[in-house]
């Protein structure tokens, strides 16, 4: 059988570009979405964000270390000696003024890490490393030895997110 997936990684709150990928992929003839986190800010995307996510067939998906901001600072793990921790604050204020709460719960139920079997291919699906979706271990220039950590006996591809490059 032939798979076509959009891969669909670090919106960062922009539902425009989103509609536009989104748009591609219909076109590209693409049958399911993988989503690897990332998804909202520091762009205003909220609940049109999401409603363009709702009517995909999403079947993986997981928790980048941006959306663990969104989570820390609904937590009240941010002060205010900080200004990023300030500027983050805000941010996720003026995210939930225009998300729906369900939302939150979603968001807080995604994984770290998610596994797939598609025509005896295993894959691997993470945001960064399988277990740390944060920090610059999977930069282009790093040694391999931090791509290894992507791998085990049990996966043949992983997909990752995270890097923008």
């Known amino acids: 059988m032939n798979h076509k997936i959009a891969i669909l990684s670090d919106v960062h709150g922009n539902a425009t570009a989103l509609e536009a990928v989104i748009a ?3 076109n590209q ?7 690897l986190g990332d998804i909202f800010l520091p762009g205003p995307g909220a609940n049109d964000l999401v409603a363009l996510l709702k009517d995909l067939p999403i079947t993986a998906s997981v928790r980048g270390n941006w959306d663990d901001r969104v989570l820390e600072a609904l937590d009240g793990q941010y002060g205010l000696e900080d200004p990023q921790e300030v500027q ?5 204020q003026f995210l939930m003024e ?3 709460p369900a939302t939150i719960v979603w968001l807080r139920s995604l994984p770290l890490l998610e596994k797939k079997e598609i025509d005896g291919l295993r ?8 277990d740390k979706n944060y920090g ?6 790093n040694d391999t030895e931090k791509f290894d950590q992507l791998l085990d006996a049990e996966t043949d ?6 890097v923008h490059k």
């Open 24 to 26: 591609d992929a219909k």
């Open 29 to 35: 003839g693409a049958s399911e979405y993988w989503l």
């Open 88 to 92: 983050l604050l805000r941010m996720t």
């Open 98 to 100: 225009r998300m729906d």
């Open 123 to 130: 894959f691997s699906i993470s945001h960064n490393l399988p």
């Open 136 to 141: 610059g271990d999977l930069l282009v220039e």
């Open 157 to 162: 591809v992983a997909v990752y997110g995270h």
